[in-house]
């Protein structure tokens, strides 16, 4: 099968690397002229971890990662941990490390397993007709590449995706936020020349420090030796993209002034920031076109805030299940509109929950009202989620719904969709 992916983000080239690893023939079209990753520091939640291991990247993660076991929420005034959540989820590790170095791994792993990564190629268009051959993406000069499956992973601001989407009526867009990150990188070595720093490198774990006038994200990456930080403010700003390097360093000391010396030391040395606004994708009614041969991949059809940290390994599971479904023995000789409509059903109920979730997160984080539960217990510290029975439908602020949320194999629990609507019959044993 020749597989075409729009995007050489992360998304289309974990799934390059997959496809290809499964003896596909896989051209990748990026319009850039190189890697052009965006933001910091990301995590890579234990579910993902699993399959990224299945793609034998596991000695690479570990050597260019950290083990990120908890949360702590912090007093943004005073520094102390007011709460923590959980210390221990599954055998498999968490992994938190930079967009750039994951990037350049995947690529790297990509092109080795026989990927074709065309840089310089702007897609104007996908067609996919039904009752013809094949699909395929016509490029801005007119020149036509076909392919049995393409994968449109342009990112939340996606020019293609009207075109997936062209019998369903109605417009989607993405829904712009009133939060903006404001990010910067902080050498270890700077920092411990300044009094009042030391929490910050102390430990590896994901930092939230919360209170007035917003929250601050952070996180040490001990083999970066660097500290990152996100300031999150609910401001206007004059940003064009979602994304540039154009932050206001002083309007965030000013913000930040009254923060405890952990976030306001580094703000006084620092000489820029790049700045980040919140976006998600809404529901879409749809991730595929009609013939099923075109899909939207990752933050093209389901982009979330990222308070949750599952933006990524979401779209992990969503090739973790695409694979699985077209390489299962049981079902891969059904036609690619079967399956992909399939992989759609098991796939939105989970991703858009997530979703929810981390909108809930940035109301927490950020001292909106958050609805908390009585059935939550999120009031004691949790030290393991190990014997805890997943749940997706709990509230969000309990063990079982947190469960759920971090300690999922995709691949696992498409097989058990498959038995339960009786698409292939149930394993014994």
């Known amino acids: 099968m020749k597989v075409l992916i729009i995007g050489a983000g992360l998304g289309g080239l974990t799934a390059a690397l997959d496809f290809a690893q499964h003896g596909h023939e896989v051209v990748v079209l990026e319009r850039r002229k190189e890697l052009s990753p965006q933001g910091g520091s990301i995590m890579i939640r234990s579910g993902a971890c699993s399959t990224l291991h299945t793609l034998g990247l596991e000695a690479d993660l570990e050597a260019m990662s950290d083990r990120v076991p908890t949360t702590l929420v912090r007093d943004m005034t005073t520094g102390e941990v007011i709460k923590r959540y959980p210390v221990e989820v599954s055998d498999t590790p968490a992994w938190g490390t930079t967009r750039l170095d ?4 995947l690529y790297r792993k990509a092109v080795e397993a026989g990927v074709d990564v065309r840089f310089g190629y702007f897609v104007a268009d996908v067609l996919d007709e039904p009752g013809t051959e094949r699909p395929f993406a016509e490029l801005d000069e007119g020149t036509h590449i076909g392919a049995d499956l393409i994968l449109v992973a342009d990112g939340i601001k996606s020019r293609l995706r009207d075109r997936v989407l062209s019998l369903v009526p109605g417009s989607y867009e993405p829904i712009v936020s009133d939060t903006t990150f404001y990010g910067l990188n902080v050498v270890v070595s700077d920092l411990k020349t300044h009094e009042g720093t030391a929490r910050l ?39 064009k993209e979602l994304w540039d390097e154009d932050g206001d360093i002083e309007h965030v000391r000013r913000i930040f002034s009254g923060s405890c010396s952990e976030l306001a030391v580094p703000l006084q040395f620092a000489q820029n920031c790049d700045r980040w606004r919140l976006a998600e994708m809404p529901r879409l009614p749809t991730w595929r076109t ?21 933006g990524y390994s979401q779209i992990v599971e969503d090739i ?7 390489h299962n023995d049981d079902i891969s000789s059904k036609p690619l509109r079967e399956i992909t409509k399939i992989w759609q059903d098991i796939r939105k109920p989970r991703v858009e929950r997530i979703s929810n979730f981390s909108n809930w997160k940035t109301q927490w984080f950020s001292g909106e009202r958050a609805v908390f539960t009585q059935a939550g217990d999120w009031g004691e510290d949790a030290t393991s989620l190990r014997e805890i029975f997943p749940d997706m439908h709990a509230p969000f602020d309990s063990s079982a719904f947190l469960k759920w949320v971090l300690d999922f194999d995709a691949a696992v629990e498409a097989r058990k969709y498959l038995e339960r609507h009786g698409i292939v019959s149930q394993k014994e044993g």
């Open 102 to 105: 994951l990037m350049h791994l």
């Open 201 to 239: 490198t102390g430990q590896t774990d994901v930092n939230i420090w919360k209170g007035e006038p917003g929250y601050v994200v952070t996180r040490h990456n001990s083999k970066t030796k660097h500290v990152s930080f996100l300031y999150g403010v609910q401001s206007a700003t004059d940003q």
């Open 290 to 310: 009609d013939t099923g041969r075109v899909i939207l991949l990752g933050d093209s059809a389901h982009a979330m805030h990222p308070n949750a940290g599952q």
């Open 320 to 326: 973790a299940v695409l694979s699985f479904l077209i």
